[in-house]
Every structure is written in structure tokens, then in C-alpha cells.
């Protein structure tokens, strides 16, 4: 299948490492030149180089905290015009049930996560709008469709992001462009790692013995799993699809 994703231009956050890094490596297979985003300069060396070293395409990187709105909007000013395509990926919200996360840590969070997307939608939005075109996939998780008290700063975060998509997804086409979601379940990256220590932490009393929390009915997928679904709904071959937020988790949540 063709996606005619050849030359476009595609912006994508937290792309360093874990499903972010798998979506600049596919999108960059179909021969898109890349905006990458993250807040680690030598985590971002690397991906550029691992991703030139395979593809012949344009890798930009840019160092920023997106929890710094400033930051967001300096960056949609520099690129804006040139960008087809954005994947919203920036953001780790801490596991554990509430009195493990305490207020600087879940504000911390959702500064990151939450209005980090927030505010890059902002500032697209009059960006595309003024184009006719574009793309926006928000990479936001299961935690908002089945809430889980062991994941309570996640469980809250998801939900307002799978709203907020499905809101502005609902509108857009109206304005010339599509604004979709993904919800991951447990994909094997370091977040998901991170999530599994704080719930050892709670259960044994030991982060050593994450491992024994890790799901198992269905297993962890993969970043390429998730980067799939990413690259097909930015393609035109999803060009009747937006305002909806796809479920990757092998039926997980239906269970």
C-alpha cells in the first residue's frame, strides 16, 4: 500500500527513544524528512544519526522542555509553516495511586503531557487551518479509557487528552485538517518500566520486582506496533478519519 507520505515534512515530540523513535524511523522509511523533539541533546544525536545512517532524508533536532509553553509556541513559529504532520508523544505521567504522587510531581506531569499537547494543538491549529492541511496524532494511552487507582495521575491526564482529541478531532475538518488519537496499552519502553517500579513499590515494597508486575494476559506490544497505526492515520489513506482515538492493546481494555 502506498500512503503517499513521500516528502512530507513531519514534526514529532518525545522522539528520542521508546514509540516516538519508532515513528520517526517508519515515517522516515516512507521517506519523510523529520522534526524531532525531546529534551535530551545526546538522546537526540543518537536517533538522528541511527535514523541517517538508514533512511536519506532531512532529520532536524531540537532540544526543549514542551512543559515550557514558550517553548511550544518558539518552535510552531520556526517550523510551523513547513509542517505536514505532528505527533504529539512528549510525556511520562508517574505511576502509582494517589498517595504516591504528590502535587509537584502530577503538576510536573501534566504540564509535560497534558498541556503539552494542549498547547501544540493551540498553536497549530491557526497553522493548518490557514494551509487547508495537516495532520495531528495524539499519542495519549489506555490509562484514560480504564482507570485504574494504582495509575491514578495517568488514569486522569488520558481521559481529558482522549476528550480534548476527540473534541478538537470533531471540529478541524471543518478547517481544513484531521486531529486524531492513539491509546497505547502496555508497549515495552522505559515508561512502561517506570509505571511497573512504582506499582512494585506499592504491592511488595520493592521497585526491584517490577518485573513481576509486568502484564501477561495480553503481553507488552512493541514500539513498531504503535508506530504502524501512527503512520497510516497521518497518511491521506485515513483522510476520512478524525476525532477518534484508536485502542492498540491486543483487546486488553475489553476484557
Not at 87 to 111: K, S
Not at 122 to 132: G, N
Request: with cysteine; glycine share 12%.
Amino acid at each position: 500500500m502506498d500512503l503517499r507520505l513521500a516528502g512530507k515534512t513531519v514534526l514529532i515530540t518525545g522522539a528520542s527513544k521508546g514509540i516516538g523513535l519508532a515513528c520517526a524511523e517508519l515515517f522516515a522509511e516512507e521517506g519523510c524528512d523529520l522534526h524531532l523533539i525531546a529534551r535530551t541533546v545526546a538522546d537526540l544525536d543518537r536517533a538522528r544519526d541511527a535514523i541517517h545512517s538508514r533512511h536519506n532524508v532531512a532529520v532536524t533536532i531540537h532540544p526543549l522542555d514542551l512543559s515550557d509553553g514558550g517553548h511550544v509556541k518558539r518552535l510552531i513559529a520556526e517550523t510551523g509553516a513547513g509542517l505536514d504532520i505532528v505527533v504529539n508523544n512528549a510525556g511520562a505521567i508517574p505511576g502509582g495511586p494517589i498517595h504516591m504522587v504528590d502535587e509537584e510531581r502530577w503538576r510536573q506531569a501534566w504540564d509535560l503531557k497534558v498541556f503539552g499537547y494542549i498547547n501544540m494543538c493551540r498553536e497549530l491549529y491557526p497553522v493548518f487551518k490557514a494551509k487547508q492541511a495537516g495532520v495531528i496524532v495524539n499519542i495519549i494511552g489506555t490509562g484514560g479509557e480504564r482507570p485504574s487507582a494504582g495509575y491514578i495521575a495517568g488514569a486522569g491526564g488520558n481521559a481529558g487528552l482522549i476528550a480534548f482529541t476527540r473534541a478538537l478531532g470533531g471540529q478541524s475538518p471543518e478547517d481544513g485538517f484531521r486531529i486524531v488519537g492513539v491509546n497505547p496499552g502496555a508497549i515495552l519502553t522505559e515508561r512502561l518500566t517506570t509505571i511497573l517500579r512504582a506499582q512494585a513499590l506499592d504491592r511488595f515494597g520493592d521497585e526491584a520486582r517490577w518485573e513481576e508486575c509486568m502484564p501477561t494476559n495480553p503481553p507488552p506490544g512493541e514500539p513498531e506496533d504503535c508506530a504502524d497505526l501512527v503512520v497510516f492515520l497521518a497518511s491521506d489513506r485515513a483522510r476520512h478519519i478524525s476525532g477518534t482515538v484508536v485502542t492498540i492493546d491486543r483487546g486488553a481494555v475489553s476484557r
